[in-house]
Protein backbone atom coordinates (compact mmCIF):
# COMPACT_ATOMS: atom_id res chain seq x y z
CA UNK A 1 0.00 0.00 0.00
CA UNK A 2 1.32 3.67 -1.16
CA UNK A 3 0.44 6.10 1.64
CA UNK A 4 2.20 9.52 2.11
CA UNK A 5 2.30 10.08 5.70
CA UNK A 6 3.18 13.45 6.92
CA UNK A 7 6.18 13.86 9.01
CA UNK A 8 4.87 15.33 12.33
CA UNK A 9 6.21 13.59 15.57
CA UNK A 10 3.31 13.02 17.90
CA UNK A 11 4.85 13.38 21.51
CA UNK A 12 1.88 11.96 23.38
CA UNK A 13 0.02 9.62 21.24
CA UNK A 14 -3.57 9.10 21.29
CA UNK A 15 -5.76 6.83 19.50
CA UNK A 16 -6.46 7.89 16.67
CA UNK A 17 -4.85 11.01 16.56
CA UNK A 18 -3.57 11.49 13.05
CA UNK A 19 -5.82 10.14 10.34
CA UNK A 20 -4.14 7.59 8.16
CA UNK A 21 -5.05 7.27 4.01
CA UNK A 22 -7.58 5.28 3.42
CA UNK A 23 -6.31 1.13 2.02
CA UNK A 24 -5.23 1.79 -1.78
CA UNK A 25 -3.15 -0.07 -3.99
CA UNK A 26 -1.24 2.43 -5.43
CA UNK A 27 -1.17 6.41 -5.09
CA UNK A 28 -3.06 6.59 -9.07
CA UNK A 29 -5.07 4.26 -7.99
CA UNK A 30 -6.69 7.09 -5.10
CA UNK A 31 -6.82 9.81 -7.57
CA UNK A 32 -11.24 10.13 -8.56
CA UNK A 33 -11.87 8.14 -11.57
CA UNK A 34 -11.70 11.14 -14.21
CA UNK A 35 -9.99 10.91 -17.54
CA UNK A 36 -7.91 13.71 -16.53
CA UNK A 37 -7.74 16.51 -14.67
CA UNK A 38 -5.05 18.48 -16.12
CA UNK A 39 -7.06 21.61 -16.27
CA UNK A 40 -7.43 21.43 -12.63
CA UNK A 41 -5.39 20.67 -9.59
CA UNK A 42 -6.57 17.49 -8.80
CA UNK A 43 -8.58 16.41 -6.01
CA UNK A 44 -6.74 13.68 -3.73
CA UNK A 45 -9.07 11.78 -1.01
CA UNK A 46 -5.98 11.60 1.06
CA UNK A 47 -4.23 12.39 4.53
CA UNK A 48 -5.38 15.01 7.69
CA UNK A 49 -8.03 17.65 8.02
CA UNK A 50 -7.04 21.43 7.99
CA UNK A 51 -8.49 24.10 9.88
CA UNK A 52 -7.15 27.37 10.71
CA UNK A 53 -6.53 30.73 9.57
CA UNK A 54 -4.27 33.32 8.90
CA UNK A 55 -3.86 36.52 10.96
CA UNK A 56 -2.65 38.77 8.50
CA UNK A 57 -0.96 41.07 10.61
CA UNK A 58 1.80 43.36 10.23
CA UNK A 59 5.35 41.18 9.45
CA UNK A 60 7.62 42.68 11.99
CA UNK A 61 10.92 43.82 11.09
CA UNK A 62 14.56 42.26 12.31
CA UNK A 63 15.06 43.26 15.81
CA UNK A 64 18.37 44.93 17.02
CA UNK A 65 20.89 42.57 17.45
CA UNK A 66 20.29 40.27 14.44
CA UNK A 67 23.10 39.59 12.02
CA UNK A 68 22.60 40.73 8.69
CA UNK A 69 23.36 38.10 6.43
CA UNK A 70 24.08 38.35 2.52
CA UNK A 71 22.83 36.36 -0.12
CA UNK A 72 19.53 35.69 -1.73
CA UNK A 73 16.40 35.78 0.58
CA UNK A 74 13.39 33.66 0.46
CA UNK A 75 11.02 36.00 -0.84
CA UNK A 76 14.04 37.57 -2.75
CA UNK A 77 15.20 37.47 -6.22
CA UNK A 78 18.48 35.88 -6.70
CA UNK A 79 21.27 37.64 -5.88
CA UNK A 80 19.52 40.60 -3.89
CA UNK A 81 20.43 41.47 -0.09
CA UNK A 82 17.39 41.21 2.50
CA UNK A 83 17.27 44.24 2.55
CA UNK A 84 17.15 47.54 5.16
CA UNK A 85 19.34 46.48 8.23
CA UNK A 86 18.56 47.81 11.72
CA UNK A 87 21.49 50.52 11.30
CA UNK A 88 18.88 51.84 8.62
CA UNK A 89 15.99 51.47 11.13
CA UNK A 90 18.12 54.22 13.14
CA UNK A 91 19.00 51.13 16.09
CA UNK A 92 22.41 50.19 16.47
CA UNK A 93 24.55 48.71 13.82
CA UNK A 94 24.28 45.28 13.66
CA UNK A 95 27.46 42.95 12.95
CA UNK A 96 28.69 42.39 9.38
CA UNK A 97 29.37 39.11 9.49
CA UNK A 98 27.84 36.02 10.62
CA UNK A 99 28.32 35.41 14.52
CA UNK A 100 30.45 33.72 15.83
CA UNK A 101 29.86 29.87 15.47
CA UNK A 102 28.58 27.97 18.66
CA UNK A 103 31.94 25.61 19.40
CA UNK A 104 32.40 22.43 17.81
CA UNK A 105 29.98 23.88 15.31
CA UNK A 106 32.31 23.40 12.05
CA UNK A 107 32.97 25.85 8.93
CA UNK A 108 31.25 23.43 6.37
CA UNK A 109 28.85 25.38 4.18
CA UNK A 110 25.96 22.87 5.10
CA UNK A 111 26.87 22.49 9.05
CA UNK A 112 26.80 25.83 9.30
CA UNK A 113 23.27 26.42 7.04
CA UNK A 114 22.18 23.50 9.28
CA UNK A 115 22.38 26.05 12.20
CA UNK A 116 19.01 27.71 10.80
CA UNK A 117 16.65 25.17 11.26
CA UNK A 118 15.14 24.81 14.67
CA UNK A 119 12.51 22.27 16.58
CA UNK A 120 9.02 23.34 17.27
CA UNK A 121 6.84 21.99 20.02
CA UNK A 122 3.16 22.61 19.08
CA UNK A 123 0.25 21.83 20.79
CA UNK A 124 -2.44 21.28 18.46
CA UNK A 125 -6.65 21.59 19.15
CA UNK A 126 -8.81 20.31 16.07
CA UNK A 127 -12.18 21.24 16.10
CA UNK A 128 -14.43 18.34 16.60
CA UNK A 129 -16.30 18.00 13.37
CA UNK A 130 -18.88 15.78 14.56
CA UNK A 131 -19.46 17.66 17.63
CA UNK A 132 -19.00 20.69 16.30
CA UNK A 133 -19.83 23.02 19.18
CA UNK A 134 -16.90 21.34 20.59
CA UNK A 135 -12.90 20.97 20.10
CA UNK A 136 -11.03 17.53 19.43
CA UNK A 137 -8.56 16.09 22.00
CA UNK A 138 -5.69 18.11 22.77
CA UNK A 139 -2.03 16.85 20.62
CA UNK A 140 1.82 17.48 21.71
CA UNK A 141 3.55 17.18 18.86
CA UNK A 142 7.20 17.95 17.53
CA UNK A 143 8.33 19.35 13.97
CA UNK A 144 11.18 21.55 12.22
CA UNK A 145 11.52 25.16 10.89
CA UNK A 146 14.19 26.98 9.30
CA UNK A 147 14.91 30.67 10.11
CA UNK A 148 15.01 33.34 7.03
CA UNK A 149 14.73 36.73 5.89
CA UNK A 150 12.18 38.22 4.05
CA UNK A 151 13.07 41.07 1.74
CA UNK A 152 13.51 43.81 4.35
CA UNK A 153 15.40 41.94 6.36
CA UNK A 154 12.37 40.54 8.06
CA UNK A 155 13.13 37.49 10.73
CA UNK A 156 10.94 34.90 9.85
CA UNK A 157 10.54 31.02 10.76
CA UNK A 158 8.59 28.72 7.51
CA UNK A 159 7.57 25.41 8.83
CA UNK A 160 4.77 23.09 7.31
CA UNK A 161 1.10 24.28 8.06
CA UNK A 162 -0.02 20.35 9.82
CA UNK A 163 2.83 21.18 12.22
CA UNK A 164 0.66 24.36 13.36
CA UNK A 165 -2.61 24.03 12.60
CA UNK A 166 -5.13 24.95 15.31
CA UNK A 167 -2.52 25.35 17.58
CA UNK A 168 -2.88 26.54 20.99
CA UNK A 169 0.45 27.51 21.37
CA UNK A 170 3.71 27.28 19.45
CA UNK A 171 7.44 26.90 21.19
CA UNK A 172 10.37 27.38 19.08
CA UNK A 173 14.39 26.25 20.11
CA UNK A 174 17.16 26.38 18.30
CA UNK A 175 20.49 23.95 18.32
CA UNK A 176 22.56 25.53 20.57
CA UNK A 177 20.09 27.12 23.06
CA UNK A 178 18.72 25.77 25.93
CA UNK A 179 15.26 28.14 26.00
CA UNK A 180 11.79 27.69 24.11
CA UNK A 181 10.58 30.88 23.06
CA UNK A 182 6.63 31.65 22.25
CA UNK A 183 6.07 31.88 18.34
CA UNK A 184 3.42 33.96 16.48
CA UNK A 185 1.57 32.84 13.22
CA UNK A 186 1.98 35.44 10.94
CA UNK A 187 0.31 33.77 7.81
CA UNK A 188 -0.86 30.44 7.03
CA UNK A 189 -1.09 28.16 3.74
CA UNK A 190 -3.10 25.07 3.87
CA UNK A 191 -3.19 24.45 0.36
CA UNK A 192 1.04 24.37 -0.12
CA UNK A 193 0.93 22.89 3.37
CA UNK A 194 3.34 26.31 4.36
CA UNK A 195 3.04 28.75 7.62
CA UNK A 196 5.09 30.98 8.59
CA UNK A 197 6.17 32.43 12.06
CA UNK A 198 7.96 34.83 13.96
CA UNK A 199 9.36 34.82 17.63
CA UNK A 200 8.77 38.85 19.29
CA UNK A 201 11.44 38.03 21.87
CA UNK A 202 14.68 39.54 19.95
CA UNK A 203 17.12 37.18 21.83
CA UNK A 204 15.71 34.63 19.97
CA UNK A 205 17.28 36.19 17.23
CA UNK A 206 20.93 36.92 18.76
CA UNK A 207 23.45 35.04 16.82
CA UNK A 208 20.59 33.47 14.30
CA UNK A 209 21.92 32.01 11.39
CA UNK A 210 18.97 32.62 8.16
CA UNK A 211 18.96 29.96 5.15
CA UNK A 212 19.49 31.38 1.54
CA UNK A 213 17.36 30.64 -1.04
CA UNK A 214 18.27 28.71 -4.13
CA UNK A 215 18.44 30.35 -7.18
CA UNK A 216 16.65 27.70 -8.77
CA UNK A 217 15.23 24.41 -8.65
CA UNK A 218 17.58 21.40 -8.73
CA UNK A 219 18.30 18.63 -11.03
CA UNK A 220 17.80 15.03 -11.23
CA UNK A 221 20.69 12.88 -9.31
CA UNK A 222 21.32 16.37 -6.99
CA UNK A 223 22.93 15.81 -3.87
CA UNK A 224 20.52 17.06 -0.93
CA UNK A 225 20.83 16.87 2.78
CA UNK A 226 17.62 16.74 5.03
CA UNK A 227 18.16 18.74 8.50
CA UNK A 228 15.58 18.70 10.90
CA UNK A 229 14.45 17.06 14.49
CA UNK A 230 13.26 13.79 13.26
CA UNK A 231 12.14 11.03 16.37
CA UNK A 232 14.77 9.11 17.78
CA UNK A 233 16.74 11.66 19.77
CA UNK A 234 16.59 15.81 20.80
CA UNK A 235 19.58 17.01 18.95
CA UNK A 236 19.53 18.32 15.21
CA UNK A 237 19.64 15.27 12.72
CA UNK A 238 21.25 15.34 9.23
CA UNK A 239 20.13 12.50 6.53
CA UNK A 240 21.19 13.21 2.82
CA UNK A 241 20.09 11.65 -0.58
CA UNK A 242 19.36 12.97 -4.28
CA UNK A 243 17.10 14.55 -6.40
CA UNK A 244 15.28 11.47 -7.39
CA UNK A 245 12.71 13.72 -9.53
CA UNK A 246 10.71 16.79 -9.85
CA UNK A 247 6.93 16.32 -10.54
CA UNK A 248 3.31 17.58 -9.85
CA UNK A 249 2.20 15.41 -6.40
CA UNK A 250 -1.12 15.33 -4.42
CA UNK A 251 0.15 17.36 -1.11
CA UNK A 252 -1.73 15.24 1.92
CA UNK A 253 -2.62 17.73 3.88
CA UNK A 254 -5.12 19.81 1.46
CA UNK A 255 -5.49 17.32 -1.10
CA UNK A 256 -3.98 20.29 -3.83
CA UNK A 257 -1.92 18.56 -7.06
CA UNK A 258 1.48 20.70 -6.46
CA UNK A 259 4.96 20.99 -7.51
CA UNK A 260 7.27 18.83 -4.93
CA UNK A 261 10.76 17.17 -5.24
CA UNK A 262 10.70 13.51 -4.68
CA UNK A 263 14.19 12.18 -2.39
CA UNK A 264 15.54 9.31 -1.41
CA UNK A 265 16.79 10.98 1.63
CA UNK A 266 14.89 9.56 4.94
CA UNK A 267 12.16 11.98 6.19
CA UNK A 268 10.86 10.78 9.50
CA UNK A 269 8.54 12.20 11.81
CA UNK A 270 9.25 15.50 13.22
CA UNK A 271 11.12 16.24 9.98
CA UNK A 272 8.50 18.55 8.96
CA UNK A 273 9.36 21.55 8.04
CA UNK A 274 13.10 21.45 8.19
CA UNK A 275 15.01 23.01 5.25
CA UNK A 276 16.41 20.71 2.61
CA UNK A 277 19.85 22.32 1.22
CA UNK A 278 22.08 21.52 -1.49
CA UNK A 279 25.81 21.08 -1.49
CA UNK A 280 26.45 24.86 -1.10
CA UNK A 281 24.32 25.24 1.51
CA UNK A 282 21.33 26.95 0.26
CA UNK A 283 17.69 25.90 0.78
CA UNK A 284 15.63 24.72 -1.93
CA UNK A 285 13.18 23.39 -0.11
CA UNK A 286 10.95 22.06 3.41
CA UNK A 287 10.63 18.61 3.77
CA UNK A 288 6.59 17.66 4.57
CA UNK A 289 6.04 14.05 3.46
CA UNK A 290 7.18 10.54 3.12
CA UNK A 291 5.66 7.39 1.36
CA UNK A 292 5.22 4.46 4.07
CA UNK A 293 4.51 1.55 2.09
CA UNK A 294 5.92 -2.43 1.76
CA UNK A 295 6.62 -1.68 -2.20
CA UNK A 296 8.10 1.64 -1.99
CA UNK A 297 11.67 2.36 0.18
CA UNK A 298 12.89 6.10 0.77
CA UNK A 299 10.22 8.21 -0.81
CA UNK A 300 10.19 11.60 0.55
CA UNK A 301 8.89 14.63 -1.05
CA UNK A 302 10.19 18.71 -0.49
CA UNK A 303 8.19 21.50 -0.90
CA UNK A 304 10.30 23.51 -3.27
CA UNK A 305 11.60 27.20 -3.36
CA UNK A 306 8.68 28.08 -6.36
CA UNK A 307 5.73 27.22 -3.80
CA UNK A 308 7.16 28.85 -1.32
CA UNK A 309 7.89 32.34 -2.95
CA UNK A 310 4.71 32.28 -4.08
CA UNK A 311 3.36 31.82 -0.87
CA UNK A 312 5.36 35.02 0.31
CA UNK A 313 4.85 37.00 -2.77
CA UNK A 314 0.73 36.32 -2.18
CA UNK A 315 1.13 37.51 1.54
CA UNK A 316 3.44 40.59 1.09
CA UNK A 317 1.25 41.46 -1.96
CA UNK A 318 -2.06 41.00 -0.29
CA UNK A 319 -1.81 40.79 3.48
CA UNK A 320 -2.72 37.18 3.63
CA UNK A 321 -2.36 33.79 1.37
CA UNK A 322 -5.32 34.05 -1.11
CA UNK A 323 -4.15 30.41 -2.63
CA UNK A 324 -3.51 28.71 -5.71
CA UNK A 325 -5.65 29.29 -8.32
CA UNK A 326 -7.06 26.45 -10.56
CA UNK A 327 -8.85 27.09 -14.18
CA UNK A 328 -12.41 25.23 -12.45
CA UNK A 329 -12.47 22.81 -15.43
CA UNK A 330 -13.93 19.99 -13.44
CA UNK A 331 -13.27 17.35 -16.80
CA UNK A 332 -11.08 17.29 -19.24
CA UNK A 333 -9.71 14.29 -22.27
CA UNK A 334 -7.06 14.01 -24.29
CA UNK A 335 -8.06 14.68 -28.29
CA UNK A 336 -6.23 12.31 -30.94
CA UNK A 337 -2.83 12.09 -30.89
CA UNK A 338 -1.06 14.34 -33.21
CA UNK A 339 -4.03 17.70 -32.77
CA UNK A 340 -2.83 18.70 -29.00
CA UNK A 341 -4.53 20.05 -26.37
CA UNK A 342 -7.19 19.05 -24.39
CA UNK A 343 -10.76 18.68 -24.98
CA UNK A 344 -13.45 20.32 -22.26
CA UNK A 345 -16.27 18.29 -21.05
CA UNK A 346 -17.71 20.40 -18.02
CA UNK A 347 -16.67 23.83 -17.39
CA UNK A 348 -17.47 24.54 -13.49
CA UNK A 349 -20.39 27.75 -13.64
CA UNK A 350 -18.20 29.37 -10.99
CA UNK A 351 -14.26 29.49 -11.64
CA UNK A 352 -11.97 30.83 -13.68
CA UNK A 353 -13.26 29.17 -16.88
CA UNK A 354 -17.05 30.29 -16.10
CA UNK A 355 -18.50 31.90 -19.16
CA UNK A 356 -14.68 31.61 -21.38
CA UNK A 357 -14.50 28.07 -22.12
CA UNK A 358 -17.51 26.44 -23.63
CA UNK A 359 -17.64 22.06 -23.26
CA UNK A 360 -15.79 20.92 -26.84
CA UNK A 361 -13.16 23.55 -26.44
CA UNK A 362 -10.00 22.11 -27.03
CA UNK A 363 -7.61 23.55 -24.42
CA UNK A 364 -4.13 24.11 -26.85
CA UNK A 365 -2.20 27.20 -25.33
CA UNK A 366 -1.49 28.41 -22.14
CA UNK A 367 0.29 32.15 -21.77
CA UNK A 368 1.31 30.98 -25.23
CA UNK A 369 3.06 27.45 -23.95
CA UNK A 370 1.69 24.54 -25.97
CA UNK A 371 -0.43 22.42 -24.43
CA UNK A 372 -0.10 18.51 -25.08
CA UNK A 373 -2.55 15.95 -25.72
CA UNK A 374 -1.74 13.65 -22.86
CA UNK A 375 -1.88 17.32 -20.91
CA UNK A 376 1.63 18.32 -20.23
CA UNK A 377 3.81 20.99 -21.06
CA UNK A 378 7.27 21.45 -21.50
CA UNK A 379 9.83 21.39 -18.16
CA UNK A 380 12.94 22.08 -18.08
CA UNK A 381 15.45 21.12 -21.04
CA UNK A 382 14.71 17.52 -21.31
CA UNK A 383 11.27 17.06 -19.90
CA UNK A 384 6.95 17.84 -19.51
CA UNK A 385 5.02 18.11 -16.73
CA UNK A 386 1.12 18.29 -16.31
CA UNK A 387 -0.42 21.53 -17.51
CA UNK A 388 -1.51 22.15 -13.13
CA UNK A 389 2.43 23.00 -12.85
CA UNK A 390 1.67 26.11 -15.25
CA UNK A 391 -1.56 26.63 -13.57
CA UNK A 392 -0.77 26.60 -10.13
CA UNK A 393 2.37 28.96 -10.80
CA UNK A 394 -0.38 32.02 -11.38
CA UNK A 395 -1.83 34.26 -8.64
CA UNK A 396 -5.47 34.51 -7.40
CA UNK A 397 -6.52 37.65 -9.46
CA UNK A 398 -3.78 37.48 -12.06
CA UNK A 399 -5.02 37.01 -15.70
CA UNK A 400 -4.06 34.02 -18.11
CA UNK A 401 -4.83 33.44 -22.11
CA UNK A 402 -6.06 30.54 -22.73
CA UNK A 403 -5.34 29.54 -26.84
CA UNK A 404 -8.40 27.26 -27.95
CA UNK A 405 -10.18 25.58 -30.67
CA UNK A 406 -13.62 26.14 -31.04
CA UNK A 407 -15.62 24.68 -34.29
CA UNK A 408 -12.57 24.46 -35.60
CA UNK A 409 -11.95 28.46 -35.39
CA UNK A 410 -9.07 28.73 -33.23
CA UNK A 411 -9.42 31.32 -30.39
CA UNK A 412 -7.35 33.00 -27.70
CA UNK A 413 -9.41 33.67 -24.36
CA UNK A 414 -8.53 35.78 -21.07
CA UNK A 415 -9.41 34.60 -17.76
CA UNK A 416 -9.43 36.12 -14.36
CA UNK A 417 -7.74 32.82 -12.31
CA UNK A 418 -9.48 31.98 -9.26
CA UNK A 419 -8.99 29.62 -6.37
CA UNK A 420 -11.16 26.01 -6.86
CA UNK A 421 -14.73 25.94 -6.76
CA UNK A 422 -15.43 22.42 -5.14
CA UNK A 423 -18.58 21.76 -3.58
CA UNK A 424 -16.91 20.16 -0.42
CA UNK A 425 -13.89 21.55 0.74
CA UNK A 426 -11.06 19.81 1.92
CA UNK A 427 -10.24 21.65 4.68
CA UNK A 428 -12.23 24.48 6.88
CA UNK A 429 -10.63 27.67 7.84
CA UNK A 430 -12.76 28.63 10.58
CA UNK A 431 -14.56 26.19 13.33
CA UNK A 432 -17.54 23.84 11.27
CA UNK A 433 -20.71 25.52 11.69
CA UNK A 434 -23.66 23.86 12.67
CA UNK A 435 -27.28 24.27 13.33
CA UNK A 436 -29.47 22.35 15.87
CA UNK A 437 -33.44 22.36 15.30
CA UNK A 438 -35.66 20.71 18.13
CA UNK A 439 -32.93 16.82 17.82
CA UNK A 440 -32.01 17.51 14.40
CA UNK A 441 -28.08 18.75 13.83
CA UNK A 442 -27.20 19.78 10.78
CA UNK A 443 -23.48 20.09 9.90
CA UNK A 444 -22.34 20.84 6.13
CA UNK A 445 -20.29 18.51 4.06
CA UNK A 446 -16.38 18.85 4.06
CA UNK A 447 -13.41 16.30 4.25
CA UNK A 448 -12.82 16.71 7.56
CA UNK A 449 -16.08 15.90 8.50
CA UNK A 450 -16.03 12.27 6.52
CA UNK A 451 -12.83 11.94 8.08
CA UNK A 452 -13.87 12.61 11.54
CA UNK A 453 -16.85 10.28 11.41
CA UNK A 454 -15.41 6.93 9.09
CA UNK A 455 -11.90 7.36 9.49
CA UNK A 456 -9.86 4.75 7.86
CA UNK A 457 -12.52 3.31 6.18
CA UNK A 458 -14.15 6.71 4.81
CA UNK A 459 -13.85 5.18 1.50
CA UNK A 460 -15.49 1.84 2.36
CA UNK A 461 -18.25 3.42 4.61
CA UNK A 462 -19.11 6.73 3.43
CA UNK A 463 -22.66 6.98 1.71
CA UNK A 464 -22.20 7.16 -2.32
CA UNK A 465 -24.12 10.06 -2.50
CA UNK A 466 -22.02 11.81 -0.46
CA UNK A 467 -18.84 10.39 -1.98
CA UNK A 468 -19.85 11.00 -5.24
CA UNK A 469 -20.12 15.12 -3.98
CA UNK A 470 -16.92 14.77 -2.47
CA UNK A 471 -14.93 13.93 -5.79
CA UNK A 472 -17.22 15.24 -8.95
CA UNK A 473 -19.50 17.87 -7.07
CA UNK A 474 -19.04 21.64 -8.29
CA UNK A 475 -20.78 24.73 -7.15
CA UNK A 476 -23.75 26.49 -9.04
CA UNK A 477 -23.15 29.25 -7.15
CA UNK A 478 -20.20 30.79 -5.00
CA UNK A 479 -22.30 30.71 -1.13
CA UNK A 480 -23.48 26.64 -2.16
CA UNK A 481 -23.35 24.01 0.58
CA UNK A 482 -24.20 20.47 0.72
CA UNK A 483 -26.01 20.35 4.29
CA UNK A 484 -26.36 16.64 6.01
CA UNK A 485 -28.62 15.86 8.72
CA UNK A 486 -26.10 14.25 10.69
CA UNK A 487 -27.51 13.12 14.16
CA UNK A 488 -31.03 12.95 15.47
CA UNK A 489 -30.87 13.36 19.33
CA UNK A 490 -34.24 12.53 21.54
CA UNK A 491 -36.34 14.96 22.03
CA UNK A 492 -39.82 15.66 22.72
CA UNK A 493 -40.57 17.39 19.24
CA UNK A 494 -38.27 13.76 17.84
CA UNK A 495 -39.98 11.42 18.95
CA UNK A 496 -39.96 7.94 17.60
CA UNK A 497 -36.78 9.29 15.14
CA UNK A 498 -33.92 8.20 17.36
CA UNK A 499 -33.45 5.28 15.18
CA UNK A 500 -33.84 7.68 11.77
CA UNK A 501 -30.89 6.53 10.38
CA UNK A 502 -31.94 2.54 9.99
CA UNK A 503 -34.63 4.36 7.60
CA UNK A 504 -31.70 5.19 5.48
CA UNK A 505 -29.24 2.65 3.82
CA UNK A 506 -25.78 2.69 5.16
CA UNK A 507 -25.22 5.89 7.14
CA UNK A 508 -26.58 8.89 9.62
CA UNK A 509 -25.52 11.57 7.47
CA UNK A 510 -27.92 12.10 4.81
CA UNK A 511 -28.48 15.24 2.70
CA UNK A 512 -31.19 17.84 3.45
CA UNK A 513 -32.32 18.77 -0.16
CA UNK A 514 -35.51 20.84 1.27
CA UNK A 515 -36.87 22.32 3.61
CA UNK A 516 -40.54 23.67 3.16
CA UNK A 517 -40.30 22.78 -0.13
CA UNK A 518 -37.91 24.78 -1.71
CA UNK A 519 -34.20 24.01 -1.93
CA UNK A 520 -31.48 24.08 0.55
CA UNK A 521 -28.68 26.05 -1.08
CA UNK A 522 -26.79 26.89 1.83
CA UNK A 523 -26.39 26.64 5.92
CA UNK A 524 -26.93 30.11 6.65
CA UNK A 525 -29.93 29.63 4.24
CA UNK A 526 -31.52 26.77 6.20
CA UNK A 527 -30.98 28.72 9.33
CA UNK A 528 -33.14 31.85 8.55
CA UNK A 529 -35.50 30.00 6.81
CA UNK A 530 -36.22 27.71 9.94
CA UNK A 531 -36.62 30.96 12.06
CA UNK A 532 -38.21 32.82 9.50
CA UNK A 533 -41.83 29.87 9.70
CA UNK A 534 -42.28 29.86 13.51
CA UNK A 535 -45.85 30.82 12.08
CA UNK A 536 -45.76 27.66 10.57
CA UNK A 537 -47.64 24.66 12.64
CA UNK A 538 -45.10 22.45 11.08
CA UNK A 539 -41.38 22.33 10.03
CA UNK A 540 -40.89 19.67 7.04
CA UNK A 541 -37.33 18.30 6.29
CA UNK A 542 -36.87 16.57 3.13
CA UNK A 543 -33.70 14.26 2.93
CA UNK A 544 -31.93 11.62 0.30
CA UNK A 545 -34.13 8.74 -0.28
CA UNK A 546 -37.23 10.07 -0.47
CA UNK A 547 -37.20 10.42 3.60
CA UNK A 548 -39.38 13.63 5.26
CA UNK A 549 -38.85 14.41 8.68
CA UNK A 550 -41.64 16.53 9.86
CA UNK A 551 -41.81 18.20 13.57
CA UNK A 552 -44.04 20.34 15.30
CA UNK A 553 -43.23 23.89 15.47
CA UNK A 554 -44.62 24.59 18.73
CA UNK A 555 -42.09 21.89 20.08
CA UNK A 556 -39.15 23.04 18.66
CA UNK A 557 -38.13 25.91 20.98
CA UNK A 558 -38.62 23.68 24.26
CA UNK A 559 -36.84 20.66 22.25
CA UNK A 560 -33.90 22.76 21.56
CA UNK A 561 -33.39 23.94 24.88
CA UNK A 562 -33.74 20.01 26.21
CA UNK A 563 -31.43 18.82 23.73
CA UNK A 564 -28.68 21.16 24.81
CA UNK A 565 -28.88 20.79 28.11
CA UNK A 566 -28.55 17.32 27.74
CA UNK A 567 -25.44 17.44 25.66
CA UNK A 568 -23.94 20.26 26.89
CA UNK A 569 -24.15 22.24 23.62
CA UNK A 570 -23.85 25.77 24.52
CA UNK A 571 -26.21 27.55 21.51
CA UNK A 572 -28.11 25.95 18.66
CA UNK A 573 -26.21 27.08 16.27
CA UNK A 574 -22.38 28.24 15.74
CA UNK A 575 -21.39 32.04 16.23
CA UNK A 576 -20.91 32.69 12.59
CA UNK A 577 -24.20 31.40 11.34
CA UNK A 578 -26.03 33.18 14.72
CA UNK A 579 -24.46 36.46 13.34
CA UNK A 580 -25.09 36.04 9.44
CA UNK A 581 -28.48 34.72 9.83
CA UNK A 582 -28.99 37.80 12.20
CA UNK A 583 -27.05 40.21 10.07
CA UNK A 584 -28.78 38.82 6.85
CA UNK A 585 -32.06 40.35 8.19
CA UNK A 586 -34.28 37.39 7.14
CA UNK A 587 -35.28 36.11 10.31
CA UNK A 588 -36.18 39.46 11.29
CA UNK A 589 -35.23 41.24 14.43
CA UNK A 590 -32.58 39.18 16.63
CA UNK A 591 -35.09 38.29 19.47
CA UNK A 592 -36.75 35.76 16.88
CA UNK A 593 -33.45 34.22 16.09
CA UNK A 594 -33.66 33.92 19.96
CA UNK A 595 -36.67 32.32 19.84
CA UNK A 596 -36.38 29.73 17.30
CA UNK A 597 -33.25 28.66 19.39
CA UNK A 598 -35.68 28.16 22.48
CA UNK A 599 -33.01 30.81 24.75
CA UNK A 600 -34.79 33.04 27.02
Known sequence: MLCPMLCLHVSTPVAGLLPKLPNLGSLAASHPPIALLSCSPGRWLLQQEPKNGTDGGV??????????VTGPTLGSPAGTSPGASPAAEGGPAPATALPAAPIGLPANPIDTASASAVKIFAELTPPDYSSPWQRGASQSVTASGVMVQ???????????????????????????????????????????DLALLTVDDPQFW??????????SLPSPRDRLTIVGYPLGGDTVSVTSGIVSRIDVVPYSFSSRVLLAIQTDAAINGGNSGGPALNDRGECVGLAFESMKSSSAELVGYIIPIPIINHFLSDIRANGTFTGFPSLGVQQAYQVPAGQGGLLAQRVGPVGSSAGHLQKGDVLQRFDGIEVASDGTVPFGQHSRIDLGYLIASKFVGSNATLGILRDGRPLDVNVTMKTPNYLVQTYLEAPPPYLLVAGLLFNILSEPYLRSEYGDTLRQ?????????????????????????????????????????????????????????????????????????????????DVDHDEVVILESAAVGRSTQQVMRAHAIPSAMSADLAQSTTAAGAAGPASEVEAFSGMP
Open 59 to 68: LPKTPVGVAA
Open 150 to 192: GPQGEPWIITNAHAVDWATSVQLKRAWDDRKYDARLLAMARDG
Open 206 to 215: QGAVFATLAA
Open 461 to 541: DAPATLLDLLYYGSKNTSDQQVVVLSKVFSSDATAGLEDFSAMTPGSRNVRLLRFQGQPVVSLPQLAAAVAATQSDPFLRF
